[in-house]
């Protein structure tokens, strides 16, 4: 129990000083050419933001405003990117957010319903071609259009968000194979050799579908008609489950005919068991079924056995790919099972993002890792940088429910 303690101290001090070494470089580095949350300028804000309130200082709150006129400065000079990770949807969805947290203040419903019929016009390009990606497709504009409903005072645009996401819904029940009550899209897996086949990603796959389907489940206007795709693609899913006890993780990255060789998943965020695993938690909290539940808390069980190099194939420590998102999806499983194993698990995930802040000329010590080019690169945003990696730390040290994960699908 002593050493228990000892190293809880250790790792609040330590974190302590990261964060607030992370703050005193995003004070005066806060540029992106991009506005989405993930990997552009609202990222940043938001970080800004909820360090001013875990602080209880205004200074890091005025960055914050100053990068959200920013964007909007951006908006009016022409910017076009339309995406959730890196553009507007993504802005208009952190604004949401910011909005609702009560750490600006904006009528959104005039501010936001003049990009609704651009953001809805790339929706429906992406959903003609089945293309249903949460960070660059059609599942990322559904989820802003989403936020946008559950938060509008107005009833008329509440019926536009109804529309464009029952829209949605269809394209999705359009594109879907169904064989032997089971559901599955088919998307690209390789943009360089456009090898298609059945994506298990919460990133760019199937399990980013059942989450964005399973918030929809909370809704009457949408409830009968996503309840049959959540529970068909989840058998699909868990159909897969690795039937040798020999391997480390316990769904493939994908299923496709012309690879069998991908049975080996990483530890990670985006890719892996601990997407599948946080979103089958929530979809069984929206279901009511408490076996899914079970099912959900063992596929994270295993994956908190999973400590070693060669079993998660982690290489930094961003929220994306790394040590600090594996934190993040760990600290979110304990704080809605309270299991010690979670509690655990984050703990050994946040040393082990401490331990990666050795590169001398990073950001904080810290650099993103490129794998297809065998690189380091130094990053700032949310979803692979050190803002995100702050907000993992606060977090982790505040007393407060934060809820900015949501972000990710974690929440």
């Not at 890091?60 to 910017?79: H, L, P, Q, R």
């Not at 899913?237 to 316990?250: A, D, G, R």
């Not at 068991?273 to 909290?285: F, V």
């Not at 380091?376 to 730390?393: A, D």
Request: charged share 25%; with cysteine.
């Amino acid at each position: 129990m002593q050493n228990t303690n000892i190293n809880q101290i250790y790792i609040t001090t330590t974190l302590n000083f990261k964060l607030d070494e992370i703050y005193k470089i995003l004070k005066s580095e806060h540029q992106s050419e991009n506005l989405g949350v993930l990997t552009g300028l609202t990222g940043l804000a938001m970080f800004h933001f909820y360090y001013s309130r875990f602080k209880n200082e205004d200074k890091a709150s005025d960055i914050g405003v100053k990068i959200i006129t920013d964007c909007f400065e951006k908006i009016n000079d022409n910017y076009e990117l339309p995406t959730y990770c890196s553009g507007i949807a993504g802005f208009g969805w952190a604004l949401e957010h910011l909005q609702l947290e009560n750490f600006i203040e904006f009528d959104n419903d005039e501010v936001l319903s003049d990009l609704d019929h651009y953001l809805f016009e790339r929706q429906s390009v992406d959903t003609s071609i089945g293309y249903f990606d949460f960070l660059h497709g059609s599942i990322g504009y559904g989820y802003y259009f989403l936020s946008r409903y559950k938060s509008t005072t107005s009833q008329k645009l509440k019926n536009r968000y109804k529309i464009y996401l029952l829209e949605l819904i269809s394209s999705i029940e359009k594109f879907a194979i169904e064989s032997e009550n089971k559901m599955k899209w088919e998307s690209i897996l390789s943009i360089e050799t456009q090898k298609r086949g059945y994506n298990f990603s919460l990133s760019h796959g199937i399990p980013s579908t059942i989450n964005f389907l399973s918030r929809l489940h909370n809704y009457s206007d949408f409830k009968s008609r996503v309840k049959p795709m959540i529970e068909k693609s989840i058998s699909y899913i868990l159909h897969h489950k690795n039937k040798e006890t020999s391997h480390y993780s316990i769904f493939p990255n994908f299923e496709c005919e012309l690879d069998n060789n991908n049975r080996h998943s990483r530890l990670a965020w985006c890719y892996g068991d601990l997407g599948i695993g946080i979103t089958l938690l929530q979809a069984a909290k929206t279901l009511q079924n408490k076996n899914l539940n079970k099912t959900a808390i063992d596929i994270l069980k295993h994956s908190a056995q999973r400590i070693e190099r060669q079993d998660t194939l982690v290489s930094d420590a961003g929220i994306c790919h790394g040590a600090f998102g594996i934190a993040k999806v760990f600290n979110r499983a304990y704080k809605e099972t309270r299991d010690p194993t979670f509690k655990e698990a984050t703990e050994h995930w946040l040393n082990e993002g401490l331990k990666m802040s050795f590169h001398e000329d990073g950001l904080a010590g810290y650099k993103k890792w490129i794998g297809g080019k065998q690189t380091w690169k130094n990053e700032l945003s949310l979803l692979e940088g050190i803002s995100g990696i702050g907000l993992v730390i606060i977090d982790y040290l505040t007393n407060n429910e934060f809820n900015w994960d949501e972000c990710l699908m974690i929440s």
